[in-house]
């Protein structure tokens, strides 16, 4: 599996907006058929530059399928959100894999 990580500084001029539509913005990157998942997480490290900081991780099953999506689907996606917020925002994107999840064992006792 592959996540595709979006880090976001956002400015607190358009805070409140920018979260309305990015609950809106996730469930169309995931309509596009390339994810099976998505998490919305707030960073709580405190930026230099102000704003607050989000993480969304996609998760997609294959490499084939994040391509897709950089392929057909990103330019799109990632156009609507800059031309709304311009200058108010930041991003940068990480791609990571999978190589092993471990969960805690459960105790018999």
């Known amino acids: 599996m592959y996540i595709y990580n ?3 500084n956002v400015d607190e ?3 409140n907006e920018w979260l309305i539509w990015i609950e809106r913005h996730i469930p169309e990157v995931l309509a596009t058929g390339r ?3 998505a998490k919305m997480t707030q960073v709580l490290v405190e930026e230099e530059m102000g704003g607050a900081t989000y993480s969304i991780q996609y998760t997609a ?3 084939e399928d994040l391509d897709n999506y950089y392929n057909h689907d990103a330019n799109k996606l990632r156009t609507d959100g ?3 917020f311009a200058d108010k925002m930041l991003a940068f994107r990480t791609e990571l894999k999978v ?3 471990f ?3 459960v105790s018999s006792n």
Do not use: A, D, G, L
Request: charged share 25%; hydrophobic share 35%; aromatic share 10%.
């Open 6 to 8: 979006v880090t976001i």
């Open 13 to 15: 001029s358009i805070h």
């Open 35 to 37: 994810f099976i998942s």
């Open 61 to 63: 099953k294959t490499r």
């Open 82 to 84: 800059m031309k709304k």
């Open 99 to 101: 190589i092993n999840e």
């Open 103 to 105: 969960y805690p064992t």
